[in-house]
């Protein structure tokens, strides 16, 4: 049986809406687009380094794997891009069809959490879900997410979609692990009780 981790950035006020570009995702007249950019260091590129060595498919939700396909596999001097192009990636969808553009890409289907809920019944290494914001908290609703690596920038947008929004699911978390980058992101590794 595998776990789901949640491996996202978010600011202070929970925001997880365009932290990597100005124009990644300016939904709701969004303008804060690449808030994440000025405190990427080599603290946060390891424990990325290491998710990603240490991890089993991706799992997207469309807005987020459109958006990593028209990026990644066009950074041919970055390291993320083989291992993002190698790994299989679930994508939950109601718009796109099969065959997906991004290798090892599989669409989930029928529903997105049911599909999940089975795949983390099978034995292997542990799902990771990247941004997508609506999959995650579909996931929390049906109680899937097991493992939450927050990195929480020391910063408030005051708008934008966040992670825990107003009507969230109750969840208990335990802390498992912490680690502080050299310009103030707090990563924050989270287990759910029960």
Do not use: C
């Amino acid at each position: 049986m595998s776990k789901v981790v949640v491996f996202t950035s978010l600011t202070l006020d929970g925001v997880m809406q365009a932290p990597g570009r100005p124009d990644e995702d300016r939904r709701g007249g969004f303008e804060h687009g690449g808030w994440a950019q000025p405190y990427n260091d080599p603290v946060m590129a390891s424990v990325a380094a290491e998710g990603m060595a240490s991890a089993g498919p991706l799992l997207f939700g469309r807005r987020t794997y459109e958006d990593f396909f028209s990026f990644w596999p066009k950074q041919t001097d970055n390291p993320f891009t083989e291992v993002l192009d190698n790994t299989p990636k679930y994508v939950a969808s109601t718009t796109l069809k099969e065959p997906l553009p991004w290798s090892n890409s599989t669409l989930l289907e029928g529903d997105a959490t049911e599909a999940v809920a089975r795949l983390k019944q099978e034995p292997g290494k542990d799902m990771v879900v990247l941004g997508s914001g609506e999959l995650v908290q579909s996931l929390m609703r049906r109680n899937l997410v097991d493992e939450y690596v927050l990195l929480i920038h020391p910063l408030v947008l005051g708008s934008g979609r966040r992670l825990f929004p107003d009507g969230s699911s109750f969840a208990a978390l335990r802390l498992v692990d912490a680690k502080t980058t050299t310009t103030g992101v707090v990563i924050a590794t989270y287990q759910t009780e029960g």
